[in-house]
């Protein structure tokens, strides 16, 4: 690599060919490039399409209005004041922005937990309380997970969707978080490590702090979901194709999928007992 990097180029296809040469390993790994556009122009394009109203009542639909801004907060191109000054002056009630508002002050959070944590967010904060010690999780991403050979139509979809467009929903993100963990059995590091990997808003603290909620390593309880969560907010694309549509693992109600993921744990087969939304009591947060 060159000691000085250009930074004027003639369209993106020079900017591509360019940061291939200069980075000839990153290329050899993996030369597929992202179709989200970076820059301050292509931010504030985002940021002018945003819907805070619809914002509120989609975002957990995989089709939803969500904003798409996080690369562009990941990287300073946009700040939180910004966003949040664009949401002001779009609404006329607060509820209509405070869904969007909210999830701003999380990622603040998250930044002022990682300035005190430090690279501590890569231990476990708190024990697991899904009955299992950390001696029971694999510490390696296991390769189907990574090459999308699970047979599990949707975390199949999610995983190159992942590495394709260094992008996903953040419903997708909680389900193959919640896969990784508690189905496969494997330590949330290394899944955390495989989504730093290829996020575009790839950021330490909310990605580290999320994945240890999921785990339940920074939350009361673990995250997981079944089948019917996933269809409804998938909108059902992924199950009408799904070679294991008739022996899914994530079939069943909370209740019957905890008894299997978590014998160990009787306190979580409660039937009152549920995932699919956000639990945000303090200290204990989550991401997006």
């Known amino acids: 690599?060159?000691?000085?990097?250009?930074?004027?180029?003639?369209?993106?296809?020079?900017?591509?060919?360019?940061?291939?040469?200069?980075?000839?390993?990153?290329?050899?790994?993996?030369?597929?490039?992202?179709?989200?556009?970076?820059?301050?122009?292509?931010?504030?394009?985002?940021?002018?399409?945003?819907?805070?109203?619809?914002?509120?009542?989609?975002?957990?639909?995989?089709?939803?209005?969500?904003t798409h801004l996080s690369p562009y907060l990941r990287h300073g191109v946009l700040s939180l004041a910004e966003v949040k000054t664009a949401v002001l002056a779009q609404i006329q009630t607060w509820t209509e922005g405070e869904k969007l508002i909210t999830e701003l002050a999380?990622?603040?959070?998250?930044?002022?937990?990682?300035?005190?944590?430090?690279?501590?967010?890569?231990?476990?904060?708190?024990?697991?309380?899904?009955?299992?010690?950390?001696?029971?999780?694999?510490?390696?991403?296991?390769?189907?997970?990574?090459?999308?050979?699970?047979?599990?139509?949707?975390?199949?979809?999610?995983?190159?969707?992942?590495?394709?467009?260094?992008?996903?929903?953040?419903?997708?993100?909680?389900?193959?978080?919640?896969?990784?963990?508690?189905?496969?059995?494997?330590?949330?590091?290394?899944?955390?490590?495989?989504?730093?990997?290829h996020l575009l808003d790839g950021d330490p603290a909310s990605n580290n702090l999320s994945w240890q909620w999921v785990a339940s390593t920074f939350s009361h309880k673990p995250y997981f979901f079944n089948r019917d969560n996933l269809e409804r907010y998938s909108q059902g694309q992924y199950c009408p194709t799904c070679s294991l549509q008739y022996r899914c693992p994530l079939q069943g109600s909370y209740s019957i999928l905890a008894a299997k993921l978590f014998p160990n744990a009787p306190e979580l087969q409660n039937p009152q007992t549920r995932s699919g939304q956000f639990h945000r009591s303090k200290p204990q947060k989550n991401n997006r």
Not at 19 to 28: D, T
Not at 41 to 54: D, H, S
Not at 133 to 161: K, N, V, W
Request: hydrophobic letters at 40%; a neutral charge.
């Open 1 to 66: 690599m060159s000691s000085a990097l250009r930074r004027m180029f003639r369209d993106r296809a020079d900017l591509i060919h360019y940061l291939k040469q200069e980075f000839p390993e990153i290329a050899a790994a993996g030369d597929q490039v992202s179709p989200v556009v970076g820059g301050r122009t292509a931010a504030e394009l985002t940021l002018a399409r945003i819907q805070p109203g619809p914002y509120g009542q989609t975002r957990n639909y995989l089709a939803g209005a969500v």
């Open 106 to 197: 999380w990622r603040d959070y998250w930044q002022r937990l990682y300035e005190r944590l430090g690279d501590h967010i890569w231990q476990d904060l708190e024990p697991y309380k899904t009955g299992w010690q950390p001696r029971d999780y694999q510490p390696e991403l296991p390769p189907d997970i990574d090459a999308g050979r699970t047979g599990l139509a949707c975390m199949d979809g999610f995983s190159h969707e992942l590495q394709n467009t260094g992008y996903l929903h953040n419903h997708a993100r909680m389900w193959l978080a919640a896969y990784v963990v508690h189905w496969r059995k494997v330590r949330w590091q290394a899944g955390a490590a495989w989504f730093l990997q």
